[in-house]
């Protein structure tokens, strides 16, 4: 299947520093989606981007849509405790049906 | 409706038995989609339907794995003959809103654990 490199694999930052992290693939996609994900639980949408170059916010959450169509990036602005968890981009091929692929996940720890 | 549920949450079985999960979508979302998802990994696709058309199968759905969706609402993943690899969180995920079409949202899953 597709692969979907996400990037850095963890983190551990202070409370109140920003955060950043990115999905990069060799192929071209037509929609990304971020998630994040509890242990024990399914993903949660935190932001959904449907055209290059697309930038789009949701409170202290901001993500890019590449302009190169290869790429997606997510930036978490003064962190706070429960942001902690496991962060997953997802990408739609265009050249595919309605499949996602996802990246393997970028965990965050935020020490208080 | 508030969101897709899923059920069980937790499922321990011996190799070589036959497990059933049940996924039901947001009420207003056509497509309906399984994933597996195993420890450190990211989730992976096995099955896709819109309304109760299977469309899209994922070469990671053995013979073993059979979906339905009869009546285009809830919908079941089987296993049959399970194996120990076959342990691993298996996710539904429902979407098809006007104007969000894309946008997937997922259940809490089921947890599988084969013995």
New interface residues.
Partial sequence: GQQLNQSPQSMFIQEGEDVSMNCTSSSIFNTWLWYKQDPGEGPVLLIALYKAGELTSNGRLTAQFGITRKDSFLNISASIPSDVGIYFCAGQLYTAGNQFYFGTGTSLTVIP | DTG?S?DPRHKITKRGQNVTFRCDPISEHN?L?W?RQTL??????LT?F?NEAQ??K?RLLSDRFSAERPKGSFSTLEIQRTEQGDSAMY?C?S?GLEG?S????????T?LTVL
């Fill in positions: 897709v899923q497509r989609y994933y450190g990994q990211g989730p992976e696709f896709y819109q469309l899209e994922s996710l995920a979407s969000q894309n946008e997937q949202f997922f259940g809490p899953g947890r």
